[in-house]
């Protein structure tokens, strides 16, 4: 039996586990019993949200990635992806929204905007003649994924979009939404 299993068995204080470990953040944050692997939780309790907008004119009818990349509203918790989007820093459930504006010189094209939520996909179709679409939805996100959009329509239309990511609830894991 080793000593530090001895020392659990009877009974040692959270300050000597703690300073045994070996993680920074734990040993300076953490309030729960630790082991050697301990790690900072993937969420706190500061706001996350953000908003990025732009712009782009087709050139063909294969589907391209808007470049939203104009971040509008900051947080410290959201970040631009590179390509354009959204990158989510911290796991939590959240209020995804899109909007966008499709002009042309001719008459406008239906266009269909499909949105990729870490791994979620959802598309919405602007139809011929309007130039509008809107979308919101709730999804659960990890840290690490990104909140993308790409469009196809027909080649000289013009897109003004915008995609806001807000954070509900950080508190509660992935399986109780599902």
């Known amino acids: ?11 040692s204080p959270d300050n000597d586990r703690r300073h045994r470990c070996n993680n920074e953040w ?22 996350a949200f953000g908003t990025v907008t732009g712009a782009i004119t087709t050139t063909s009818t294969t589907p391209v990635t808007l470049p ?9 918790n959201i970040s631009v992806a590179p390509g354009g989007g959204l990158t989510i ?18 008459p406008i094209p239906s266009v269909t905007y499909t949105i990729n939520a870490g791994g979620f996909v959802q598309t919405v179709t602007s139809p011929a003649g309007t130039g509008t679409a809107t979308i919101s939805l709730v999804r659960y996100l990890r ?7 790409t469009a196809t329509t027909a080649a000289g239309t013009t897109i003004n979009a915008t995609l806001s990511v807000a954070k509900i609830s950080s508190r509660f894991s992935e399986k109780d939404f599902h």
Do not use: Q, W
């Open 143 to 149: 840290r690490g994924d990104t909140v993308t959009v």
């Open 26 to 47: 734990h040993r300076h944050h953490c309030k729960r019993r630790c082991d050697d692997d301990c790690e900072r939780p993937d969420f706190d309790d500061r706001p």
């Open 1 to 11: 039996m080793s000593y530090y299993y001895k020392k659990y068995l009877k009974g």
């Open 68 to 76: 939203l990349n104009n971040l509008v509203s900051p947080s410290r």
């Open 89 to 106: 820093l911290e796991s939590g459930k959240y209020f995804i929204t899109f909007t966008a504006t499709a002009s042309s010189t001719l």
